[in-house]
């Protein structure tokens, strides 16, 4: 398996620090507001990695934070008239209902910022004490040209960065470019005691603290958006070595930007969409497949269309699994000798496992894993279509192979729920069971009313019903058994 490194900017063999264990850290949201697609790619993407990871038999320990403490939270917080922690709290809470609708795995450890001050306090402490720190007057900074390897993960020089890069005015610092860690406390902003007086950590350092706590140095896999490179992840790495004396973090995995009309998707253009929002037009796994339609580290163009053909791609699949859950619930023991169809059918289901494994073992190539999951549901087509009402069935043995193998698939992209007694899919998983079950009754009740049009050669009510039907999303199929529908 081949990760590419953002620190050596090249694809390199995943080699864990333990043997058969990978420990992961993601940086996750500031909660001040509802999560937007921006946010989410990395949610999902982090989330199917680990999913791979598990897959090939790794024990993952993963990370992911909540910021809590923030100017932004703060800035909010005040527009609205509520406490920093109570409006934080209450966007975590909104946050995991968006997580979960897109079908992303609970951490390990979801740590706050506001419950680790002392962590970063010591962190602090230890980085003061080892000249790699300064205090001026209650507020703390880390002075970057004291650490030699600044800039290794963004490439660049501290000099080119110093002239690229929008740095706060702030006389009382050594340098332009030196970092905050901890921020002296303002009247009616959120204050903790320290050794420099009230305040708050600042950005970098909570994620260091957080890290460095659950973890340890060397951990294996650092993640996150393509945006954290610099200055975030950079300050992270310079902070955290120069306390431990040792590498932060073995491989940096950044996912690419999602654009809007090929523009960075950003608060500050206006352009920005929230998750909450598109899952009102799409559901959740559609929302997922989506996002891993196209490689992580490449850019992603937003728009409705592209929303709507992922759900058109999803139709395929569900169709294609669907008709194979039909067909196993028809077999019966006689079914099924073995042949060269068999034969055939077999060695498909067994490339097709070798092409998926191929395509995330290259760097985690969703796009391809995708590709491959098509090629299954159209190899179940081809063989289901080869057998006739009456005549010899399929083989139940490689329909249960073909079943397992859809749902190995979906496991490691996560787009569809399984039933955990089963370890089947799940479709349709958005329609409530009781609703569901009238939806049922209603279709038959039409088919119904149409094989009764059919009986009186009213030809024309039969085929409005069945045109009606499908545009609806439900298929008649007209057999000597009788109507068969699906949706």
């Excluded at 004396?245 to 929230?274: C, Q």
């Amino acid at each position: 398996m081949e990760v590419y490194n953002t620190l050596t900017r090249q694809k390199e063999k995943l080699e864990p620090g333990q043997p058969g264990r990978v420990s992961m850290y993601v940086c996750g949201p500031t909660t001040y507001n509802y999560i937007h697609l921006g946010n989410a790619r990395p949610l999902v993407v982090f989330d199917t990695v680990r999913r791979y990871l598990l897959y090939k038999g790794y024990k993952v320990t993963y990370i992911q934070n909540f910021t809590d403490v923030d100017d932004k939270i703060i800035k909010r917080a005040g527009e609205e008239g509520e406490e920093p922690l109570d409006l934080a709290q209450r966007y975590i809470n909104e946050y995991f209902t968006d997580a979960d609708a897109l079908h992303v795995m609970r951490a390990d450890k979801h740590p706050k910022v506001s419950e680790h001050i002392t962590e970063i306090i010591e962190l602090i402490q230890k980085l003061i004490a080892d000249g790699y720190a300064y205090n001026v007057d209650g507020d703390v900074f880390f002075e970057v040209r004291k650490f030699p390897g600044y800039g290794k993960l963004s490439g660049r020089s501290l000099d080119e960065m110093q002239a690229g890069a929008r740095v706060e005015v702030n006389e009382i610092k050594r340098d332009p470019m030196d970092f905050a860690l901890w921020k002296k406390a303002k009247p009616g902003e959120p204050s903790w005691p320290s050794p420099w007086g009230d305040g708050r950590p600042g950005w970098h350092i909570e994620c260091s603290a957080m890290a460095l706590k659950y973890l340890g140095s060397g951990f294996d896999i650092h993640g996150g958006g393509y945006d954290l490179i610099f200055p975030h992840h950079e300050n992270e790495i310079a902070q955290s070595e120069a306390a431990a004396k040792k590498p932060f973090a073995r491989y940096w995995m950044h996912n690419g930007f999602i654009t809007v009309n090929k523009e960075k998707m950003s608060k500050s253009l206006g352009n920005f969409f929230l998750v909450r929002e598109i899952l009102d037009k799409f559901p959740g796994e559609v929302v997922r497949f989506y996002l891993l339609s196209t490689h992580y580290r490449s850019p992603l163009d937003f728009d409705d269309e592209k929303l709507a053909a992922s759900q058109r791609g999803l139709e395929r699949l569900k169709n294609s699994y669907a008709r194979l859950s039909e067909a196993l619930a028809g077999t019966g023991a006689d079914d099924g000798a073995a042949g060269e169809e068999e034969r055939q059918f077999a060695l498909k289901l067994d490339q097709l496992k070798e092409s998926f494994e191929a395509a995330m073992d290259d760097d985690f190539n969703t796009a391809l894993a995708i590709a491959v999951w098509f090629d299954l549901a159209k190899e179940i087509n081809v063989y289901l279509n080869k057998f006739s009402p009456g005549g010899p069935g399929a083989s139940p043995e490689l329909l249960k192979q073909a079943e397992k193998l859809f749902a190995v698939f979906n496991r490691v992209l996560g787009v569809f729920k399984e039933d955990p007694s089963t370890g089947r899919v799940v479709l349709n998983e958005n329609e409530d069971s009781g609703n569901n079950d009238l939806v049922d009754k209603l279709i038959e009740l039409i088919v119904d009313i149409r094989q009764q049009a059919r009986k009186k050669k009213d030809w024309d009510t039969a085929d409005a019903i069945r045109d009606g039907l499908k545009e609806l999303g439900i298929t008649l199929q007209d057999t000597p058994q009788g109507v068969k529908w699906k949706k």
